[in-house]
C-alpha cells in the first residue's frame, strides 16, 4: 500500500485534486498497488476556486509526514485565496520534507509556485502556469527554477506543469513513480483512458 498527501489549500481548483483522487483511487480497484490518499490542509473547510466547499480527511499540522511516499499539490485562483496556504510556511516546511527524503512531489499549474518558494527547486527544471503575461512563471525563476516552455516537466522526484488540462498526465505520472508502468496501464484501461498524444 502507497499512502499520497493531497494538499488542499484554500482556493485550489477542484478539477486538479479530482485527477489525483481518480488515478490513485482507481488504482486500488483494479491496480496491482494500492494507493490511499489522504486530503489534508490549514483550515477545517476549505472554498475551492469555483466555489465548492470541501473538508480535508485532516490538518497538516496533525500528521506524520513520514508514513506518506508522495505529496501532490493541485493548483487554484489568487483571487480565492489559494497563497494564503499555499505559501504558509507550515507546507513549506512539508515540501522541504517530501523532496529530503527523495519522495514524490507532484504539483499542478500553479501548485508549482509553493514548491519553488520553499527552495527545493533551486536550479532544477521546472514549468507553472503560462499565460498572464508568463508573471508566475518569472516568480517561479525568481525562486530559483530553471524554467522550461513545456507542458509537463520531471526534474528527479518532482513534477510540475502548466495548467489544468495537464492534470490527467501529472496523477498518471506520480502513479508510475510510486508503482509500475504496468499498473498505470490497467488504470488507463479501466479508466478508458487514452494514450495522450505529446502537448
Excluded at 36 to 64: F, H, M, N, Y
Amino acid at each position: 500500500m502507497k499512502k499520497v498527501l493531497l494538499f488542499l489549500a484554500q482556493g485550489f481548483e477542484e478539477y486538479e485534486a479530482a485527477v489525483f483522487t481518480d488515478v490513485l483511487g482507481w488504482s486500488r480497484v483494479v491496480g496491482d498497488v494500492p494507493v490511499e490518499v489522504v486530503t489534508a490542509g490549514l483550515r477545517p473547510e476549505i472554498q475551492c476556486t469555483w466555489s465548492l466547499i470541501v473538508k480535508p480527511q485532516a490538518q497538516l499540522k496533525d500528521l506524520d509526514l513520514a508514513e506518506f511516499d508522495a505529496l501532490a499539490i493541485p493548483g487554484g485562483f489568487q483571487r480565492a485565496g489559494f497563497y494564503e496556504d499555499a505559501y504558509h510556511e507550515d507546507f513549506l516546511e512539508a515540501v522541504r520534507h517530501f523532496d529530503k527524503t527523495g519522495k514524490p512531489i507532484a504539483a499542478i499549474c500553479v501548485g508549482a509556485m509553493p514548491v519553488g518558494k520553499s527552495g527545493v527547486l533551486t536550479g532544477r527544471n521546472a514549468t507553472t502556469y503560462h499565460l498572464v503575461n508568463a508573471r508566475r512563471r518569472k516568480q517561479l525563476a525568481e525562486f530559483g527554477a530553471v524554467v522550461l516552455d513545456q507542458h509537463v516537466v520531471v526534474d528527479r522526484n518532482i513534477i510540475t506543469s502548466t495548467g489544468p488540462a495537464t492534470g490527467l498526465e501529472v496523477a498518471l505520472i506520480l502513479l508510475e513513480m510510486l508503482t509500475t508502468r504496468e499498473n498505470v496501464e490497467k488504470v488507463q484501461e479501466a479508466m478508458a483512458i487514452i494514450d495522450p498524444k505529446p502537448l
